[in-house]
């Protein structure tokens, strides 16, 4: 599976971003979709994540009510609504995929194909 992160950019404090993430390939429906960010001088933490059915989300805590992952299983892309932006969601926001299962998708450790990072920076 070969993911292409797209639609980062600068916009200001409150301002909205969609990103998005095309995967290749024929089977999209059987893998679960994440989005992990990694801020200046940070590591690398979890943001959402998106069954293969797209039936099941979660998300981290500080994005939770902001923050929408959505998939289409059909163009083989999964999304990212990002709303009421902050400044400390400036970071490289990355996709990846996994084999769908029913359980974690918190660890970066879990996925198996990565997408190459789309910056975003939100301006204060």
């Known amino acids: 599976v070969q993911l292409q992160a797209s639609g980062g950019g600068l916009v200001q404090a409150g301002g909205s971003l969609r990103l998005s993430c095309a995967a290749s390939g024929r089977t999209f429906s059987s893998y679960d979709m994440g989005w992990f960010r990694q801020g200046p001088g940070k590591e690398r933490e979890f943001v959402a994540r998106?069954?293969?059915?797209?039936?099941?989300?979660y998300y981290t805590d500080s994005v939770k009510g902001r923050f929408t992952i959505s998939r289409d299983n059909a163009k083989n892309t999964v999304y990212l609504q990002m709303n009421s932006l902050k400044a400390e969601d400036t970071a490289v926001y990355f996709c990846?995929?996994?084999?769908?299962?029913?359980?974690?998708?918190?660890?970066?450790?879990?996925?198996?194909?990565w997408g190459q990072g789309t910056q975003v920076t939100v301006s204060s």
């Open positions: 998106i069954s293969g059915s797209g039936g099941s989300t």
């Open positions: 990846a995929a996994r084999g769908t299962r029913p359980w974690g998708g918190r660890e970066s450790s879990s996925y198996n194909y």
